[in-house]
């Protein structure tokens, strides 16, 4: 779901920096992950669409490229040569755009399952068993937590398991209130780890959906998420996009000096 999200952000990007008026057309693959019925798609400044009408000529893009586009010299979705005006902080926007939209049952979902005060959220993905080995390579997002914060030096095993000092360590290098309840978001891979973690931090799984999760993982006060997994990648970027300060995750995006005093709305 969190590589459709990226995919169809993508896309609105490109249609976003082209100066002719552009129609996007969402590939099935992305419709059936992340479906209409989920966000609303509208925007003021693309056309977005199911299937493109007859009279118009198509230009189609590998969904790996699409995926794979960055700042890199190389082609941008086929087109050798073509500028690319790909950043962070356009990409944020754009998820923000489509995530902190949510239809109707949706939002009503993540009001049910969200505390009514400032609550923390934690993102516990393993990742089919490679978190680690990527973590070796290099994650979506960076990490804040030091060896110093931590005690000794923080290990990629500390984000794939989310381990109690680790969390700890997260919440006292920001300040954290420890009356601030703590939700769990997690891909049921781990559900040992889940269960020491409702056990030892008192923290509450959401039960949600994907979507339920990721909305209320973006609404949280304070994030912590693994930088290997997209979906954290995705959270970090819409806080990031809607002026979330450094302080309230333990991520930050990639080229991501943020200016501090700035709070989600």
Not at 36 to 42: A, E
Not at 66 to 90: I, K
Not at 248 to 256: D, F, T
């Amino acid at each position: 779901m969190n590589n459709a999200l990226i995919e169809l952000a993508h896309l609105l990007e490109f249609a976003a920096t082209r100066l002719e008026p552009t129609l996007v057309v969402v590939p099935d693959a992305v419709q059936q992950l992340v479906p209409r019925s989920q966000f609303d798609y509208s925007f003021s400044w693309v056309c977005v669409a199911n299937a493109a009408p007859v009279h118009l000529k198509v230009e189609g893009a590998d969904l790996k490229d699409v995926y794979w586009w960055d700042a890199g010299p190389a082609t941008n979705f086929g087109h050798a040569g073509l500028p690319s005006l790909h950043s962070v902080e356009l990409k944020g926007l754009i998820l923000a755009k489509i995530v902190m939209r949510p239809q109707p049952a949706l939002r009503a979902l993540v009001e049910r399952l969200s505390p009514k005060g400032p609550y923390v959220a934690i993102h516990l993905r393993n990742l089919e068993g490679s978190c680690v080995e990527r973590l070796k390579l290099e994650g979506l997002a960076v990490q804040r937590v030091t060896s110093r914060d931590l005690g000794r030096e923080v290990l990629p095993a500390d984000l794939c398991s989310m381990t109690g000092a680790y969390v700890r360590a997260a919440l006292r290098m920001d300040g954290v209130p420890r009356e601030w309840p703590i939700l769990l978001v997690h891909d049921g891979q781990s559900k040992t780890r889940a269960r020491k973690l409702r056990n030892r931090l008192r923290a509450a799984e959401t039960n949600g959906t994907p979507f339920a999760d990721l909305v209320i993982a973006v609404r949280s006060s304070y994030f912590i998420g693994n930088p290997a997994s997209s979906f954290s990648a995705n959270v970090v970027l819409i806080r990031n996009a809607l002026g979330a300060p450094l302080e309230s995750s333990n991520l930050r995006p990639h080229e991501s000096p943020r200016a501090k005093g700035r709070t989600i709305s």
